[in-house]
Structure formats: structure tokens, C-alpha cells
């Protein structure tokens, strides 16, 4: 296992086979990267880093969204619907 940056260590899947014990060892304190003949494949991280990513991920979408709702509600050119009319337009109710 070679460390790459201060939080990043890189493994060669043939190395992963043999050291795996190792390499959750390490998932605690870096994100290793996982290679393919000398090409990253993927990348292996802590469990509850992932949870943070994901839920930044959710927040950032939600955000998102909110601002096209808002700008599509303003625009003065664009008549805006209820989900329900919308619902019937479409044979939903």
C-alpha cells in the first residue's frame, strides 16, 4: 500500500486480496484507492464517510431543486399548475 496524499493511500487489487485485513485498517484513517493494473477502479472509504457524502449529496439536490422551483414559479411567461391538475391533465385521478 502506497500513501498517496495525507488522507489518501493507493492498492493494487492483487494487494487487496492478501492484505485486506489490513486495508479496513486503514479505510479509518485514509481513503484508499483501488487499482487495476496501475488505472484506478474504485475507491474505499469508511462507512460512515460515505453516510456524510450521501447526506451532503441530499442536502445539495434538495437545495437544488428548490431554487429551479422558485425560478419556475416566477418566471411571468409560464402559467404554473397544481400537482393535482396535473395529476387529472395526465388521467392520475
Do not use: C, W
Not at 61 to 66: R, Y
Not at 67 to 87: G, H, N, S, Y
Amino acid at each position: 500500500m502506497l500513501t498517496f496524499k495525507e488522507d489518501t493511500a493507493i492498492i493494487g487489487v492483487a494487494e487487496l486480496r492478501s492484505k485486506a485485513a489490513n486495508v479496513l485498517k486503514e479505510i479509518k484513517k485514509h481513503k484508499v484507492i483501488l487499482t487495476k493494473r496501475n488505472r484506478p477502479v474504485g475507491i474505499i472509504i469508511d462507512y460512515g464517510e460515505y453516510e456524510k457524502m450521501e447526506q451532503l449529496l441530499e442536502e445539495l439536490e434538495d437545495i437544488i431543486l428548490g431554487t429551479i422551483a422558485r425560478e419556475r414559479l416566477e418566471r411571468k411567461d409560464k402559467k404554473a399548475i397544481t400537482l393535482e391538475d396535473a395529476e387529472r391533465k395526465v388521467g392520475l385521478r
